[in-house]
């Protein structure tokens, strides 16, 4: 099969043998796809290659050959989002759950513009946790095991005072009031899931319990297996112990000798 003028983004590119690389991109028409490109290091091969770096969006063409489409042509369409710090790694995550949940060769157009639209808001001073969970819901709704984020599991309106916790089978579910202060904090609550479905940032609260449900809910879909990204964000955002401020201690007396 040959692929012509694929605009995609780069997800992921890693060393092939000594002068290639393995690639993943999300295409718009194709879905995700593995490419080999071939021979993309030396001096003259700087521009292809600088166009195969990750969130790169490229238009390319190649041949489907069993699992792997070999790389024909590449050219960058606009200059990659130079992000840093927490966006670097919100960058790293966003490709790693499209890796980990979208099958290759799944056309998925939708998830290919939510994508685009993250990657732009990585790129501003968009807040960054509002800008993951809206890509959360829509790559949970573009593979087919989102929500109605407006209704609870067993039909009723979601009520914005209450707390739900996301099953992934039956939706959300509410909380009963008898639950403890620790099971309450670990549910979304219910003015987050309607802000969600209204696509309007909640308040930080709101937004901190949606963080925890919409966790739980992926690790369910990644098959109980975290991500990599979520141990570095972990590592990077947990307190560190502060070592107590030396003090110096004047000598006493010298003894007479």
């Not at 770096?53 to 238009?59: A, D, E, F, G, V």
């Not at 050959?65 to 966003?94: I, K, N, T």
Request: hydrophobic share 40%; glycine share 8%.
């Amino acid at each position: 099969m040959r692929i012509d003028d694929e605009p995609a983004y780069v997800l992921h590119a890693r060393p092939w043998r000594e002068t290639s690389l393995l690639l993943e991109v999300m295409s718009e028409q194709y879905g995700r796809l593995g490419v080999l490109a071939r021979g993309v290091h030396g001096p003259r091969k700087q521009p292809m290659r600088a166009a195969l770096q990750p969130l790169q969006w490229i238009r390319f063409d190649a041949v489907q050959r069993a699992e792997l489409a070999q790389l024909r042509r590449v050219e960058a369409l606009d200059a990659a989002p130079r992000l840093s710090g927490h966006a670097m790694l919100a960058g790293f995550y966003v490709n790693e759950l499209l890796l980990r949940l979208t099958p290759r060769q799944d056309p998925l157009p939708e998830l290919y513009d939510a994508y685009g639209r993250v990657r732009g808001r990585l790129a501003t001073d968009n807040p960054l946790a509002w800008t993951l969970r809206r890509f959360e819901r829509d790559l949970l709704d573009a593979v087919g095991v989102g929500f109605d984020w407006r209704h609870a599991g067993d039909g009723q309106p979601v009520d914005p005072a209450a707390r739900y916790l996301l099953d992934p089978q039956e939706g959300p579910q509410r909380l009963l009031s008898d639950r403890g202060a620790s099971e309450r904090r670990g549910m979304a609550t219910g003015a987050a899931l309607l802000a969600l479905a209204a696509d309007c940032q909640p308040g930080p609260e709101d937004l901190a319990s949606l963080r925890r449900g919409m966790r739980t809910l992926l690790v369910h879909h990644l098959g109980g297996r975290g991500l990599k990204s979520w141990e570095m964000l972990d590592d990077l955002t947990r307190p560190r112990a502060v070592a107590a401020p030396q003090t110096s201690i004047p000598p006493g007396p010298q003894s007479p000798r």
